[in-house]
C-alpha cells in the first residue's frame, strides 16, 4: 500500500482475512475477488475504520466523523438501504467505495514522489483524508438524485419498479450501465440525450459507426408484415427514432394480437426543443427517446389505444422505452442507466403542448 495508495489494494483479504486466519484458519472467512467486492461484506464497515486507522498511521489526523473513508462508507451504506430494490445496490455499494479511494490515492503518490516542501510553503501532505471537493461526494449526491427521478417514473407509470427490478433480475442483464456521450444542443448528438450525428468521447465513443453516428441492434430479417422472433431488448427500436434540429420523431407499428402482422401507425412527434426553451429544461440532461417513449405510453393509456392490456404493460412500456435509445446496445441492463440520462424530465406533463 505504500507503493501504490489506497486504491490498488484488497484490504478485505489484507487484513479482515488476514487476520481471521491468524487466529484460526478453519474459521477465517473466505477471500474476495475483486475490489468492488471487498466492500459488499457483512464486516465491510469494520473495514472502513480500519481505512481510517491506516490513515492515521501514515500521518492523516483523527478526521473519520466528517472527511474520513469510514464517514463516507456510512453515508453510502444509509443512501443504499433506502433505494428501491430494483437498483444494483452491491455493485453500486462496492462502485462508490472504491472511486473514494482514488484521490486519496493520487495525493499519497504525488506526496511520495514530491520533494521536501520549502520553509513556509504548504505541506504537500493533506488535512484530511477526504476533502469536500472529491468527486466521490458528487457521484453520491447524483445517485441519490437518480433514485429521486425513479421514483417519479414510478409515479408517471405505476409498477415500472418492478418492471426495472424483473429486468435486473433477467441472467442476460450482465451489469451496469456506464454513461453516455452528451450530444450537443443543436440536435445533432448521438448520445442519449439526441439522435443523430456526433463524436462522443468516452465508453461509449468505440460504440460507434466511421462516421460518429451511434451503432444500433439491426434485428434479423423478417418475413413482410410479421413481428421479428426477437424479445423487445435495449436498442432494438433505435432506428424508428429521427432528429430534425431539436425535433423527435417516433415511427411506431402496432402488432395485430390474432394475425402478428404489423401494421403501421400514426409517428409521433416531440419539439423536444421548444418545450425545453418554455420549461427551462436542458436539452442535454435526458435521454428524449427513453422519456418522450414514456410519456407516449402515458398517452396511449389514457386514450386506451395502442397500448397492451395484459399485466405486464408496464414492464412493455420500460422495454420499449429502453428499446428506443440509441445507446442501451451497450448493456443489456439498460435500466439502470437511470443514474445517467434516464430519469424523468420536470414539467414532463406540459409535453402535450410539442406534441402532435
Known sequence: MVKSGFDGVNHYNEVI???????????APAPVNSLLDQWTQERSAELAVYVDRLANAFGAPRNDTIFGFSAFFRDVDLFLKRTPNAINKGYHKGKMCQE??????????????????QKGAPAIVPRTFLRRTDPCFEQLRSRDQATEDLMKIDKLIPGALNAIS????????????SPTPTPPPGGGGAGAGGG?????????????????SAKVIVPPSSPPGQASPNPMVPGFLASKC???????????????????????????VFDVGRFCAANGVA?????????????????????????????????????????RCPHSSDTSNHPEALSAKHKVPPHMAKMMTYFR
Open 17 to 27: 482475512v488476514s487476520l481471521e486466519t491468524e487466529r484460526s484458519k478453519d474459521s
Open 100 to 117: 473514494a479511494l482514488t484521490k486519496p490515492s493520487e495525493r499519497w503518490r504525488l506526496m511520495l514522489r514530491s520533494p521536501p516542501p
Open 166 to 177: 424483473s429486468m435486473a433480475s433477467n441472467p442476460h442483464s450482465p451489469g451496469p450501465s
Open 196 to 212: 443523430g450525428k456526433g463524436k462522443g468521447k468516452g465508453k461509449g465513443a468505440n460504440k460507434r459507426n466511421a462516421d460518429g
Open 242 to 268: 429521427s432528429w430534425s434540429a431539436q425535433v423527435l420523431t417516433i415511427t411506431r407499428e402496432s402488432r395485430d394480437g390474432k394475425t402478428g402482422v404489423m401494421k403501421p401507425l400514426p409517428s409521433a
Open 283 to 323: 436539452f442535454n440532461d435526458y435521454c428524449w427517446e427513453f422519456a418522450c417513449s414514456y410519456w407516449l405510453s402515458t398517452f396511449d393509456r389514457s386514450n386506451k389505444a395502442y397500448y397492451p392490456a395484459e399485466a405486464r404493460r408496464n414492464a412493455t412500456a420500460l422495454r420499449t422505452a429502453c428499446a
